[in-house]
């Protein structure tokens, strides 16, 4: 299961953190990731990390503005999104698999991921 919280409405330039409870990960292999769905558009991959290693993906728009990070002991994941932009805004979702062989295959290919948490709104505008 996964439960997503931490969104709302900021101004341009502003942050916020989203925040993904999961249950039921018991793969070693497991990977955790965050996409997003703007309206009209199609879910993307935002950033995706591995649960064992660490291994992270970001999407170009989001380097050096999101962090993506795993809290192993609250089996909680994590987006800190600084320096927002309007674009950003969108329906979060995170999402877990073990069938992917890098963390990005999961965040380019989010078609075949088969479950979702229920989403997290996040809208930026002045």
């Known amino acids: 299961r996964l439960v997503e919280s931490g969104g709302g409405l900021v101004q341009p330039g502003e942050s916020l953190r989203l925040s993904c409870a999961v249950s039921g990960l018991s793969s070693e292999t497991a990977m955790l990731g965050w996409f997003r769905q703007a309206p009209g558009k199609e879910r993307e991959g935002i950033s995706c990390i591995s649960v064992s290693g660490g291994s992270t993906f970001y999407r170009n728009s989001v380097k050096g503005r999101f962090t993506i990070s795993w809290d192993n002991a609250q089996n909680t994941m994590y987006l800190q999104m600084n320096s927002l932009k309007p674009e950003d805004t969108g329906t979060y979702y995170c999402?877990?698999?073990?069938?992917?062989?890098?963390?990005?295959?999961?965040?380019?290919?989010?078609?075949?991921?088969?479950?979702w948490g229920q989403g997290a709104q996040v809208t930026v505008a002045s």
């Open positions: 999402a877990k698999d073990s069938s992917f062989p890098t963390v990005e295959t999961m965040c380019t290919v989010p078609q075949l991921i088969p479950s």
